[in-house]
């Protein structure tokens, strides 16, 4: 049976490098790179949805037929005049990222502002998933408003993914920051957070502290990524281990935890198997890491899907 997946989040106005010291424009965000490889990697009968807010503005315009390209729908996107979409620029250094912002004015940050919109496309929904991004660009009663609508979701049996994504710049502070991903923790059915923002944010001396710390919350399974070192799966109180796929060339590790996550969850919901799933998933990344950029070519997924 066909499953339909909405993921909510913000959907940026990405500036990357190119040759001869240009700029390349595209977009991406995470949530949106994960539903473009949800989208890649699900059957052509699943639907994949995008909820976010963008402006009326060409930008805009352009944004919503880029998404709608990839396959990945926009019925639920709202149009929020005198808004526009935010935008980044990446910098890289030895395969390494670095970000510049510009989303003050971002019509992504009121996307929570409309709870009935928000709740159509929830019920709508089979799977559902957020990010850590997505709760920091909101005001606070929004969050609430995100939180109530996916418990709510999850109430409802649907399964909900969450990815803690910490990005402290979008904070006003630490507390706020821990407090609230871990609100968004507790809301899920399955968490997939970094082990290296675990450590650094939250203090995790090891991979099984975090694994405790999310437990604690209520959280039932888990994908901790750990980067070359691997992938620890806590699913049915059984403990896992993944190694990681080496990347032939690291261009640029834009999009790769993204990337993961979308292959896992496709994966997972086409087989069940959360072992074959990150399996499957560190392949995908370690051939995102070698192109430029957050979305893979097309062309590439053929191969993967084969391999």
Known sequence: MSQRALLIGECMVELRQAEGGLLRKGFAGDTFNTAYYMRAFLPAAWPVDYFT????????DE?????????????FVRRVPERTPGLYMIHLKDGERSFSYWRSVSAARLL???????RMAIDASDVILFSGITLAILSPGAVETLL???????AAGKMVAFDPNIRPRLWDDADTMRRTISAGAAAATIVMPSFEDEATHFGDASIDATIARYGSLGVEN???KDGAEGITLRFGGETVFVPSVAARNVLDT????????GAFLAKYLISGDHCLSAEFAARVAATVIGHHGALLPPAEFQALMRG
Do not use: C, H, K, Q
């Open 148 to 154: 109530s609508e996916i418990r709510r979701g999850r």
């Open 222 to 224: 888990l994908v901790v």
């Open 63 to 75: 944004l919503l037929a880029f998404i709608e390209s990839t396959g990945v729908g926009t019925g």
């Open 254 to 261: 834009t999009g790769a935890g993204d990337s993961f996550n």
């Open 112 to 118: 929570a502002d409309d709870p009935a919109a928000l």
């Open 53 to 60: 807010a963008v402006g009326t503005d060409t930008i805009s």
